[in-house]
């Protein structure tokens, strides 16, 4: 049977088993590839997106857990070209590969709408769950320290 998804402002009728990860259904039936596949264990965070304000790992949620929520991916974030973490992510040349950037950006989005001036300790453990294997860590705190200043999150 099919259920409603509210997916960065637009309703989505789709149709899946109730077990089926929100990560294949914004990839593969939405075609929103910018929320990245890393682990399939929610354990890297590439996948992070926000359910009803909240980072959640994508690849961990099921189709069931979704429904009824306001799902935010890195597109719906980036609509907004102003958004201050995107600028910021620019202005301290963040990404090295990039792979891992839309997880980083959801999850400080996420911790930046909790807590506006987070010190270098709330930082540090909200981020600590999406990895990064080219270690541009330093730059990532740079940019949610740039953004933070900035005024955060819209």
């Not at 590439?46 to 799902?71: M, N, P, W, Y």
Request: aromatic content about 4%; proline content about 5%; overall charge negative.
């Amino acid at each position: 049977m099919p259920a409603t998804l509210l997916i960065n402002g637009t309703k989505h009728e789709i149709e899946a088993s109730d077990d089926t990860p929100l990560l294949w259904l914004l990839r593969d039936t939405l075609g929103l590839t910018g929320t990245k596949f890393g682990c399939g264990r929610g354990l890297c965070g590439a996948c992070t997106v926000h359910l009803d304000g909240e980072a959640a790992r994508a690849c961990v949620t099921s189709f069931a857990e979704a429904q009824g929520k306001r799902i935010l991916t890195i597109e719906g974030l980036a609509a907004n070209e102003s958004h201050p973490l995107l600028r910021a992510w620019i202005a301290e040349q963040v990404p090295q590969c990039g792979y891992c950037q839309p997880g980083q950006i959801m999850q400080a989005a996420a911790l930046l709408a909790q807590t506006p001036r987070p010190t270098d300790a709330e930082l540090d453990d909200a981020m600590s769950s999406v990895l990064c294997r080219c270690g541009t860590y330093l730059r990532i705190r740079r940019a949610i320290q740039h953004a933070a200043q900035e005024g955060g999150v819209r």
